[in-house]
């Protein structure tokens, strides 16, 4: 049995990963059992045995007598706030992977201050990294953004070296600097820094396209490029790194593209909004003079990444 501890029991990212991760273990655990009992060669007994780690019955009464690693990799999930130090009365021992989603996102900086920053996406995940590492914990996984670039980006590339602008994208950028080297053959360090999230529920940019979706009945028609990623889709790299104890810094994102006038669309769901046609051109020129509308009309993809 896997043991995953989610650090951020309340954040967007924390709580659908949480509920993700469940309801595939629980699918999988079914189709796993249908496997064990079509596949050749595996024994049955009416002795109860384990399917990891408690017994269970497949096909009636027939039990599983042994568990095939390869086929059904089964896990548990928990999860801790990371904000209230509830997590340091966690005993880290006997788990396989940390997934660190708590963070201090984009508020009124100004009015909050560096220090609240720095102790919430930096001081913070380190410590969580120090304690899991000395609990015997082999995967560690932090949750940081494309804010560690900066601002103004339209194209980032493989290997491009960071250069954060926001009390945010600094914080998350010392959190890597300083997990980065726990790296070693025992204590496997993944950064994961996604593009904006959309689904649901979603928070930060995505859910600003959602409230202006549910009140304005025209927007420009602009054909924009950005990187951006699914809710669903970004459960999925999670998990998919969990299952190959993948490390290093990655950068998931849609297969595709997607312009600002389409996240509009999908923000809005059935209702119909009219789209204006809008000059390239314009775009581009009211882009080089604005910061806001660079940040909503502007191009910012990232090069695409094997894993």
């Known amino acids: 049995m896997y043991r995953i501890l989610i650090i951020g029991k309340n954040s967007y990212i924390g709580k659908n990963l949480k509920n993700f991760l469940e309801l595939s273990s629980a699918a999988e ?99 969580i990294a120090e304690k899991a590492k000395a609990a015997g914990v082999n995967h560690y996984i932090f949750l940081s953004s494309l804010a560690v670039y900066g601002r103004g980006q339209e194209r980032i590339t493989a290997g491009q070296r960071p250069s954060p602008e926001t009390y945010y994208g600094h914080s998350k950028y010392l959190a890597e600097q300083s997990l980065l080297p726990m790296a070693d053959d025992a204590f496997t ?45 970004l459960c999925r790299f999670l998990r998919a790194v969990i299952d190959s104890r993948a490390g290093g810094i990655f950068h998931p994102q849609d297969r595709v593209y997607r312009s600002t006038t389409e996240l509009m669309q999908m923000a809005a769901g ?32 990232v090069e695409r990444q094997g894993f």
């Open 270 to 301: 059935t209702r119909k909004i009219w789209l204006i046609p809008f000059p390239p051109a314009l775009n581009r020129w009211l882009a080089s003079k604005s910061k806001l509308w660079r940040k909503a009309f502007g191009n910012l993809t």
């Open 29 to 127: 655990k079914q189709e796993c059992k249908n496997y064990l009992d079509q596949k050749p060669g595996v024994q049955k007994t009416n002795k109860k045995e384990e399917f990891g780690p408690e017994p269970n019955k497949v096909a009636g009464q027939t039990e599983v007598k042994r568990w095939d690693s390869e086929k059904c990799r089964l896990w548990t999930v928990d999860s801790v706030s990371g904000q209230n130090g509830e997590w340091q009365d966690m005993d880290f021992s006997g788990y396989d992977v940390v997934v660190v989603c708590s963070a201090l996102v984009h508020k009124n900086e100004k009015k909050l201050g560096w220090p609240a920053y720095l102790q919430a996406n930096a001081i913070l995940p380190v410590q």
């Open 189 to 233: 360090v993944t950064i994961v820094r996604p593009p904006m999230v959309y689904g649901e529920r979603a928070k930060g940019s995505y859910r600003q396209l959602q409230r202006l979706a549910a009140v304005l009945p025209l927007f420009p028609q602009i054909e924009n490029q950005k990187s951006v990623i699914s809710l669903q889709n």
